[in-house]
């Protein structure tokens, strides 16, 4: 049996008529006549009084009538369910991001739940190498990652411009100048972090670039570490702008320019480029380019191609 002979079933039983359900349901009356007994055929069971005056539900015929009334229910809840999912009263929205590029989400998050209060976000930590096989594996909707991707299944868009910054004790020696030469660091203590990444190995070129040394004493692995143990008085960090940033305006941490170093990076938020996105992760989307709009630099919406 099918939700459509269910229907036709119900429209009979509750006009207790045939040419009456015809009407209700814009159909002739013979066709409803041959749904009903095709019906019949299949459960094996006479659902109507031919004899009564009113079409009236046998015995057997009532019993089909409580599951088919829960049946026409369901598909009216489901019906409810796509329907809310559309206009995102419900639904969920999966994204991968590591330690840094996660602070990237917080005013998009704040920004998405009031718009989107009843979507179900979850952001999973990940290594940005880690991120391209999640995709792939519909294990997430986006990611957030530092580099371009060279997956051509991977649709990138920048949507944050980053720089990388020197910080410092508010007491240390460099604290007293608001800039340095590259040069002025290579007897200075780094502490660095020890995950390999794009912007690391970016660092590490430079000094040898201008023949300087790295001097990393201590590897650390969260960037939260790294900024509190300089903040009490160890060494010297570079660091994402982004992540430095509260701990400067606070003046726990100083940023010192290093014109050498002066390195940008972006932020890009990344999907299967196949993938036919979620309203939720439509609505999404929306929001990113919205904060470039609205709040511009560092925030930006630029899709890449190729």
Do not use: C, W
């Not at 996105?277 to 919205?290: G, P, R, Y």
């Amino acid at each position: 049996m099918d939700l459509f002979q269910l229907e036709t079933f119900m429209a009979v039983a509750e006009e207790r008529s045939f040419s009456r359900a015809a009407l209700r349901l814009h159909r002739t009356q013979p066709a409803i006549s041959q749904v009903i007994r095709k019906l019949e055929q299949e459960v094996e069971e006479v659902l109507f009084e031919r004899a009564a005056r009113n079409a009236s539900l046998t015995a057997a015929g009532e019993v089909l009538r409580a599951y088919a009334e829960r049946l026409l229910n369901l598909r009216g809840e489901a019906a409810t369910a796509l329907s809310e999912f559309r206009s995102l009263h419900r639904g969920r929205l999966n994204l991968a991001a590591n330690e840094y590029t996660s602070l990237y989400l917080l005013p998009v998050l704040h920004a998405f739940r009031r718009l989107s209060p009843q979507i179900k976000v979850t952001v999973q930590r990940s290594l940005a190498s880690r991120m391209t096989e999640q995709l792939m594996q519909h294990a997430v909707e986006f990611g957030i990652i530092s580099y371009r991707p060279d997956d051509p299944q991977i649709r990138s868009i920048v949507v944050y411009r980053d720089e990388l910054v020197l910080a410092v004790h508010p007491r240390h020696a460099l604290a007293r100048t608001a800039r340095v030469s590259i040069r002025d660091l290579e007897a200075e203590n780094f502490i660095a972090h020890n995950i390999p990444s794009p912007l690391r190995h970016k660092v590490m070129q430079t000094f040898r670039r201008h023949r300087t040394p790295l001097n990393m004493g201590v590897e650390l692995p969260s960037l939260e570490a790294i900024k509190r143990f300089v903040a009490m008085g160890n060494g010297i960090a570079l660091l994402p702008g982004l992540t430095a940033r509260p701990e400067i305006e606070r003046g726990e941490l100083i940023q010192v320019s290093v014109p050498e170093l002066v390195l940008e990076h972006r932020l890009r938020l990344v999907h299967r480029r196949q993938a036919a996105l979620s309203h939720a992760a439509v609505a999404f989307v929306k929001v990113v380019e919205s904060m470039a709009k609205e709040h511009g630099d560092p925030f930006v919406f630029q899709v890449e191609r190729g």
